[in-house]
């Protein structure tokens, strides 16, 4: 029996809840381990990018015009995979967009030069931005068939990922070039890829009846429009882990004085806290609700990084920056979801679209505030936007709830 029969007709303790449970657990389970993966990859990726720019003879100029094929690449996938899914399906979308970013991750230490480089980038790009549209759509429907928000810990995944790509990147880095690094890299990304996809690719993406995008329907202009609010929240998040990710250190170092080791633990509290907020994300939600996860997040965010950006002390910056991961945690896997749920595959590339070019804006829009009046008050910037994050999440509550009338409760929704 299709998944879809068996999520509809399940009653608790009923059988059709004791036949759907296992292909749920075991779809949950493959999924989670696409977003860790991809997290792993990826950050295996950045801590070679000293390596290759060694080997390439790239200025720094020309380094950061390759490293654009990246996010051109992922831009202009994430827009496309939307339609991909609909067509093919979720699941497929995510195996095979897995199988291309582990192939297209050993491509970069076989270039020579700046543009060759930047063409390869565009294809891992490209397949980077398409399986976490594909993923996250994956993701949004077995959240609506499980109705319990577990988002978060997919996107938990994601950062433990990273942050396991990130440490073995570091240990291996004096021992191994980055040739037989993100060779290795491929091939651990080919051989997870193919045991978690088996299991994708063996059940259809599950359908709830509260997803009414799945039945076919031409979204309206309100639908749009709240698409289009809850890629803005995830814009205004993503700006501030981009803006953490390239100028939360300098700001230790420069403005207060801080050892060169001590600064780069900001990013890592950060990023800490942005793992344990998200591991704890779906209790959360649970409680508070999407609406008030969104807003408390959101303001959680702009406090932490008001004291992260204006305090007279590297300790209390450093616990500002703690308090950011923390806020910032949920709100983008949040935003995600309810776009997904409004709009399916469409909805999730739109949302995912606006994020990324939330976190590609951030970086180069501190630098030229800074340039303007100071490091500090550029990185207030960030808490502004968390601040806004949290007044659209308030303002589309009431916007959203109609939709949600008579289904799951707000908290159950993805």
């Not at 993966?37 to 020309?62: H, N, Y």
């Not at 077995?142 to 990922?161: D, I, K, Q, T, Y």
């Not at 890299?185 to 599950?206: D, F, K």
């Not at 992260?308 to 806020?327: D, E, N, Q, R, S």
């Amino acid at each position: 029996m299709p998944l879809l029969n068996k999520v509809r007709t399940a009653a608790p303790g009923g059988p059709g809840e004791n036949s759907a449970a296992p292909s749920l657990f075991r779809l949950r389970s493959a999924l989670t381990v696409f977003f860790a993966l991809d997290g792993f990859l990826f950050a295996g990726w950045v801590v070679r990018i000293p390596a290759i720019k060694q080997q390439t003879g790239a200025s720094a100029g020309e380094l950061g015009l390759a490293l654009l094929g990246v996010s051109a690449g992922a831009v202009v996938t994430m827009v496309l995979t939307g339609r991909l899914c609909r067509r093919f399906g979720s699941h497929p979308v995510t195996v095979a967009c897995g199988a291309l970013m582990a192939l297209t991750l050993a491509l970069p230490p076989l270039t020579h030069s700046a543009l060759a480089l930047g063409l390869v980038l565009l294809v891992f790009g490209a397949a980077y931005g398409g399986i976490n549209v594909a993923m996250n759509s994956a993701a949004v429907d077995l959240v609506a068939a499980l109705r319990r928000p577990v988002m978060p810990s997919f996107h938990a995944a994601f950062s433990l990922g990273g942050m396991v790509g990130a440490g073995v990147g570091a240990l291996v880095a004096s021992g191994l070039s980055p040739t037989a690094h993100l060779l290795a890299l491929t091939g651990v990304g080919l051989v997870v890829t193919a045991s978690a996809g088996r299991e994708l690719l063996r059940h259809p993406a599950p359908v709830h009846a509260s997803t009414p995008h799945t039945q076919g329907r031409r979204l309206d202009g309100r639908a749009r429009r709240l698409v289009l609010l809850f890629g803005v929240i995830a814009l205004c998040t993503a700006y501030g882990e981009g803006a953490m990710a390239d100028w939360g250190a300098l700001h230790l170092e420069q403005d207060l004085a801080a050892a060169p080791g001590v600064a780069a633990v900001g990013y890592s509290l950060f990023a800490l806290a942005m793992t344990a907020g998200r591991l704890s994300g779906t209790a959360l939600l649970e409680r508070l609700g999407q609406t008030r996860t969104l807003v408390t997040g959101g303001l959680t965010a702009c406090a932490g990084m008001l004291l992260g950006a204006l305090a007279p002390t590297v300790w209390l910056a450093l616990a500002g920056f703690a308090v950011m991961g923390l806020g910032l945690a949920n709100i983008f896997p949040v935003a995600v979801a309810r776009a997904g749920a409004l709009a399916g595959p469409g909805g999730v590339a739109a949302a995912s679209t606006l994020g990324y070019g939330g976190m590609l804006l951030g970086p180069p829009a501190i630098g030229l505030l800074a340039e303007w009046s100071s490091l500090p008050l550029a990185l207030t910037t960030v808490a502004v936007l968390a601040a806004g994050a949290a007044l659209i999440g308030w303002t589309a509550r009431h916007a959203s709830a109609p939709q949600n009338r008579g289904r799951v409760t707000e908290s159950q929704l993805p």
